[in-house]
């Protein structure tokens, strides 16, 4: 990225907001012809670099915007829309090698419907995600061979067909561009073979049925489709774009502020005074490129144009400390802790067969659980202990064993992060509902004791969870892992529940606002004095002082599974679940003193500094794949928070006032406490309450009614980030 002076003495004779042509050369070597405003490109321009690269098109305040065409020394070509410098909306772009691509791009990545024609003959037409194919498409092969149906990170995943131009054909599941799970391969003939495919031969198994018009050919292997008919079928590569237009769009340095009156400030020596830029933390430069490092690795976009209108507030705020009380010897549940640690050991490492995620009807039978028994000595099955004596109950083994292959959750990480050396963590105080929780040591996962009411909700909605977390990869509800039961023998007779839960907030980043929200008001203010609250503090709905602002296709996604989400807890009879919201600022000041007032809020530090990407930088983030990887639907989400304001006459207002104050964040949310039906209780609180407040405010509410307020609440808290 070029720092690009453009002072001239006819621009400060010129009145402020006059659009003019003018020729710039720059001390770069750069140069600029093209509409001129307030000494900055505003209107149609042409610039040229000097190694070759060149942009002509629509310019906005010093950045490229609207309509243009970008030319790199390569011969590589793009034309098509721009948006603060990057490639964003409809467009075309051709490469050095003559690949061709033409549709929707998003902050420089192919994003949305789109074809890619390949110089080999190859073509894909298709939905695109963050730059690979990833949705529904259609890859066409030059010798005609075509693949129509489900695509992931670039791939042929999911549901789709194969259909050679000899007349043979695939439908079923992929994996990884190749047949994986149920799938039918048909002749020409009509001869066909139905299965289960995999790439290893001890695991593909299937049936062969020839046509009754010929012999058919019982020689054949279904390795061969791997090994012969899908060789020639290789997903051309997209060629990477070796500098982006956004990296090589200059900073300008020297754009006026304007006066009252409408022309430059003089000095009083009567000479013209070059207006000194103001940085999105409040402090003035006199054009210098600055980055700065606080030592905590934070970054932030420095944006000259949306800081003028988005101001950027620096943030002082505590940081986090680990939550939970270590369960060591001599702790109330030691004794529980290490029966868990045993169960689950048990349970996990026990032998399985492989299993397909197409469940029968009987693994979710609410009678399909296994007793074991855990004498002190140890038995056949399982090894002795230092805890009393305990039955250990796994309930639907297999469809907790297959929800934790849907969730790509490896069996031994699994094992490791619960029953390794390290002890869990009780949370300091149980839940509203006298649940205890506590958290494995690496804070991959939560476990929560649950009351015999909700192990049978849980069991009474598995189908339905399964089917939904299956169809849904961008699901916001609560990941379940397993459902068990210790049962301590003796005079206690003690059962004890519980459920292992993912932990939405396992992240390297510190949370440092977290939020629970409902959307509604009776009783959703936290009762902690200011100077209480920290990091780890859970604050509620009149607690909320922001509006989060999603990028435009995370914001249409997160609509969308919102919408979904709902719809699947309301047919289940489910009501009070949450959002579950944290909040990791990006410009957190390493100091860690409490602020004494507006604790709620973080406050600036005008005196901290923080480290700045450049919009290089940023690019090359946004670019690198095991970022992106790691990006997901409320997982590590790079956002933008507004500050909101209530009125003071509006005691219960749930929304605030936008303030115009804004902060880069890493956004993590979730749907959480989803298993609370609407039963007799419930029933019994909403009459009783509705008749002391105002009915719409209380929680408890039926199913339809909680679905319907709760997505009014979340999509006035959420909003696109234009």
Known sequence: MSVAHADDADDYSRPTGETYHAEKALPSGDFYTGQWRDSLPHGHGKYLWTDGCMYVGEWHRGKTMGKGRFSWPSGATYEGDFKNGYMDGKGTYIDSSGDLY????????????????????????????RGLQDGHGRYQWKNENHYIGQWKNGTMNGNGTMIWSNGNRYDGSWEDSAPKGNGTFRWSDGSFYVGVWSKDPEEQNGTYYPTTTSSGNFEWQPQQVFCVDLSECV?????????????????????SEQSSSGNRTKSSSGSSERPRRRSVDG???????????????????????????????????????????????????????????????????????????????????????????????????????????????????????????????DAADYMLSICGNDALRELSSPGKSGSFFYLTNDDGYMIKTMKKAETKVLIR?????????????????TKFFGLHCVKLTGTAQKKVRFVIMGNLFCTGHSIHRRFDLKGSSHGRLTTKPESEIDPNTTLKDLDLNFIFRLQKNWFQEFCRQVDKDCEFLEQERIMDYSLLVGLHFREASKDSATPTSGARTPTGNPDGGNARLSRADMDRFLLDASKLASIKLGINMPARVERTMRRSDCE??????????????????????????????????????????DPTSISAVDPKQYSRRFKDFIFKIFAEDT
């Open 461 to 477: 909605m598995l189908p339905a969870y399964y089917n939904h977390v299956r169809a849904c990869e961008n699901t916001l509800v």
């Open 102 to 129: 033409r549709g929707s791009w998003v902050m420089n990545l192919r994003h949305g419907q789109g074809t890619k024609s390949y110089v080999n003959g190859d073509c894909y037409d298709g939905e695109w995600r």
């Open 652 to 693: 219960n207002q749930l929304v605030g006032d936008p303030t115009g104050e804004f902060y880069d964040v890493i956004l993590y949310f979730g749907v959480i406490d989803i298993l609370q039906d609407y039963d007799i209780s419930k029933k019994l609180e909403h009459a009783y309450k509705s008749m002391q407040y």
């Open 235 to 255: 997903v051309c590569t997209c060629q990477r774009i070796p500098v982006l237009p956004s990296q090589k769009m200059p900073v300008w340095y020297g754009s």
């Open 283 to 409: 402090r003035v430069s006199n054009g210098e490129l600055e980055l700065r490092n606080n030592g905590s690795g934070y970054l932030q976009v420095d944006d000259t144009e949306s800081n003028r209108s988005s101001p950027l507030r620096p943030l002082r705020i505590q940081p986090a400390k680990k939550q939970g009380q270590t369960i060591s010897k001599g702790h109330k549940n030691y004794d529980l802790m290490l029966n868990l640690q045993l169960g689950i050991r048990h349970s996990v490492g026990r032998p399985a067969p492989a299993t397909s995620l197409d469940l029968k009807a009987s693994a979710f039978d609410p009678k399909e659980k296994l007793w074991t028994k855990f004498p002190s000595e140890g038995s056949k099955y399982t090894p002795p202990h230092q805890s009393c004596e305990f039955k250990w109950k796994d309930y639907c083994p297999v469809v907790f064993r297959t929800l934790r292959k849907l969730f790509n959750v």
